[in-house]
């Protein structure tokens, strides 16, 4: 069964100090792990579409990874404003297409 | 643009009420979907629609019904919806091949009473 788990559920952070956030899955067959944002009340916000082992792609103070069984998320020198849930999830053949299987999420907390 | 749109914002409605949510995109996406999102819980896929038609439907109860007129908009009618049907339900679309990044739109606010 597939599967998407996300460590850890919640961080807090201090302004400045750099962590990261995992993200490991169980999937027969990874076609795309994505990362979103997402903020009280909003709807999700995307951030990067990972394909291959390997691969890494940075916005701003975001840095991500993978490997074949998992994902990190790095926050380098987070801000207040980077307070958000983060959102990890797999896209998974279900019939005759796909779906994004989610993680639970993480809650991180920048304070100033 | 990766614009998803959804009207309206917030919505409260009776356990006898009829009510639509709407979504529109213009950036050509073939596939468009409903989630369910409760509080402190990640999206739940509730439909997806690919180039028009009902693709996947995850066991949702009737009294959800959705519509896509075209392939720019869709629409979710509500019917005797019940108090635990109150959520933020998101509406988001792909492209239609391969890896789909799906972008999300701000989401309706629904409560029931």
């Known amino acids: 069964e597939d599967q998407v788990t996300q460590s850890p559920e919640a961080l807090r952070l201090q302004e400045g100090e750099s962590s990261s956030l995992n993200c490991s899955y169980t999937?027969?067959?990874?076609?795309?792990l994505f990362w979103y944002r997402q903020d009280p009340g909003k709807g999700p916000e995307f951030l990067f579409t990972?394909?291959?082992a390997g691969e890494e792609k940075e916005k701003e103070r975001l840095k991500a990874t993978l490997t074949k069984k998992e994902s990190f998320l790095h926050i380098t020198a987070p801000k207040p404003e980077d307070s958000a849930t983060y959102l990890c999830?797999?896209?998974?053949?279900?019939?005759?297409?796909?779906?994004?299987?989610f993680g639970a999420g993480t809650t991180v907390t920048v304070r100033a | 643009d990766t614009e998803v749109t959804q009207t309206p914002k917030h919505l409260v409605m009776g356990m006898t009420n009829k009510k639509s949510l709407k979504c529109e995109q213009h950036?050509?996406?073939?596939?468009m979907y409903w989630y369910k999102q409760k509080a402190k819980k990640p999206p739940e896929l509730m439909f997806v629609?690919?180039?028009?038609?009902?693709?996947i439907n995850e066991s949702v109860p009737s009294r959800f019904s959705p519509e896509c007129p075209n392939s720019s908009l869709l629409n979710l009618h509500l019917h005797a919806l019940q108090p635990e049907d109150s959520a933020l339900y998101l509406c988001?679309?792909?492209?239609?091949?391969?890896?789909?990044?799906?972008?999300f739109g701000p989401g309706t606010r629904l409560l029931v009473l």
């Open positions: 629609y690919s180039y028009e038609k009902l693709s």
């Open positions: 999937v027969s067959g990874l076609r795309g």
């Open positions: 990972l394909y291959s």
């Open positions: 950036m050509g996406h073939r596939a």
């Open positions: 988001a679309s792909s492209g239609g091949q391969g890896i789909k990044t799906q972008y």
């Open positions: 999830a797999v896209q998974v053949i279900l019939l005759n297409d796909y779906k994004l299987s």
